[in-house]
């Protein structure tokens, strides 16, 4: 028993070790690159372009760019693929919304990786999933290749490059060079958080649209209810207030006094109905003289005042 055991662990660990082996990302040294390193200059610097890398990046609007530099001797096998993850959102993608590779030669051509494949594959030792959609290889006529991935869309991918194993090779620029798988699990199980083409488009124009209509050059005239109910209040003790009527005197003293006098003359004054009331008459001459005297008396002291 303790026979077959062994040899069912033995034969387990060998296909294991094969499918490592022949998988197309596991023989790759993986670096993550950074959302900074948007051109070639600051990207990572592989002074051998032969060995085997696998670059995870993450393109996180549109037109985003993540770029490279490798090095390979004249005569050297260029050798390098675009992938994506085998997951949603990248796999949903139509292909003119897919990641976009170009590669600029020593002498300042260039190759446009369009994807043009779509070939889904597993890679067991990572247990992640992959779909190459670009894959280009030619002689190399020497000298310092640059690596640019852009897109119109939020998307996740992968550039794998080199076909030598040789895993901890040196490399510049790559501040994170220590991440290793767990960067690569972080890098897969998190989509990228952006949005769609369309959706970026449909607020741009709802923004436009909603930008050309005026304002309303009428503003409403609205008060809270607190301010109503105290200009409510206001009103009305102001209304519950009367009037002061303080008359204004301004006629002359004289004046005053006369119209005084006449008035108490016509008010002791009896109607006359024929005959006349001799009683009467001996009572009203003293009223009237005296009346007159006073008013007599005030002329003369306004006189003595005026000319003081």
């Not at 909603?210 to 503003?219: C, Y």
């Not at 006073?294 to 003081?308: D, G």
């Given at each position: 028993?303790?026979?077959?055991?062994?040899?069912?662990?033995?034969?387990?660990?060998?296909?294991?070790?094969?499918?490592?082996?022949?998988?197309?990302?596991?023989?790759?040294?993986?670096?993550?690159?950074?959302?900074?390193?948007?051109?070639?200059?600051?990207?990572?610097?592989?002074?051998?372009?032969?060995?085997?890398?696998?670059?995870?990046?993450?393109?996180?609007?549109?037109?985003?760019?993540?770029?490279?530099?490798?090095?390979?001797?004249?005569?050297?096998?260029?050798?390098?693929?675009?992938?994506?993850?085998?997951?949603?959102?990248?796999?949903?993608?139509?292909?003119?919304?897919?990641?976009?590779?170009?590669?600029?030669?020593?002498?300042?051509?260039?190759?446009?990786?369009?994807?043009?494949?779509?070939?889904?594959?597993?890679?067991?030792?990572?247990?992640?999933?992959?779909?190459?959609?670009?894959?280009?290889?030619?002689?190399?006529?020497?000298?310092?290749?640059?690596?640019?991935?852009?897109?119109?869309?939020?998307?996740?991918?992968?550039?794998?490059?080199?076909?030598?194993?040789?895993?901890g090779t040196p490399v510049e620029n790559?501040?994170?060079?220590?991440?290793?798988?767990?960067?690569?699990?972080?890098?897969?199980?998190?989509?990228?958080?952006?949005?769609?083409?369309?959706?970026?488009?449909?607020?741009?124009?709802?923004?436009?649209?909603?930008?050309?209509?005026?304002?309303?050059?009428?503003?409403?005239?609205?008060?809270?209810?607190?301010?109503?109910?105290?200009?409510?209040?206001?009103?009305?003790?102001?209304?519950?207030?009367?009037?002061?009527?303080?008359?204004?005197i301004d006629k002359p003293t004289e004046t005053t006094i006369e119209k005084?006098?006449?008035?108490?003359?016509?008010?002791?004054?009896?109607?006359?109905?024929?005959?006349?009331?001799?009683?009467?008459?001996?009572?009203?001459?003293?009223?009237?003289?005296?009346?007159?005297?006073?008013?007599?008396?005030?002329?003369?002291?306004?006189?003595?005042?005026?000319?003081?």
């Open positions: 028993m303790n026979f077959y055991t062994k040899l069912f662990s033995f034969v387990s660990t060998g296909l294991l070790l094969l499918l490592i082996l022949a998988s197309p990302a596991s023989a790759h040294d993986p670096l993550i690159l950074l959302p900074e390193q948007k051109t070639p200059l600051n990207g990572p610097f592989l002074p051998d372009g032969t060995i085997s890398f696998a670059l995870y990046g993450s393109l996180l609007e549109k037109n985003d760019t993540r770029a490279f530099q490798f090095y390979l001797d004249s005569d050297d096998r260029l050798d390098i693929s675009l992938l994506i993850p085998n997951l949603e959102p990248e796999n949903q993608m139509p292909q003119e919304k897919l990641p976009r590779l170009f590669l600029y030669r020593p002498d300042g051509s260039e190759v446009e990786g369009i994807s043009d494949l779509y070939t889904p594959f597993d890679e067991p030792f990572s247990m992640t999933r992959y779909v190459r959609i670009f894959e280009y290889v030619e002689k190399s006529s020497g000298g310092v290749y640059q690596v640019e991935v852009t897109g119109i869309n939020p998307v996740r991918f992968t550039v794998a490059i080199g076909y030598i194993e040789s895993f790559v501040p994170n060079r220590d991440a290793g798988r767990t960067g690569i699990f972080d890098w897969y199980q998190n989509p990228v958080e952006g949005k769609p083409l369309e959706t970026l488009v449909e607020e741009t124009v709802t923004t436009t649209v909603q930008e050309s209509i005026p304002e309303n050059t009428f503003p409403a005239i609205e008060k809270n209810p607190e301010t109503l109910v105290e200009e409510t209040v206001t009103t009305t003790i102001q209304e519950s207030i009367p009037e002061t009527t303080v008359p204004v005084t006098v006449a008035n108490k003359i016509q008010e002791g004054t009896p109607e006359t109905t024929g005959g006349t009331d001799t009683s009467s008459r001996k009572i009203f001459i003293p009223v009237v003289a005296g009346l007159v005297t006073v008013l007599l008396l005030a002329k003369t002291l306004k006189r003595k005042n005026s000319s003081n």
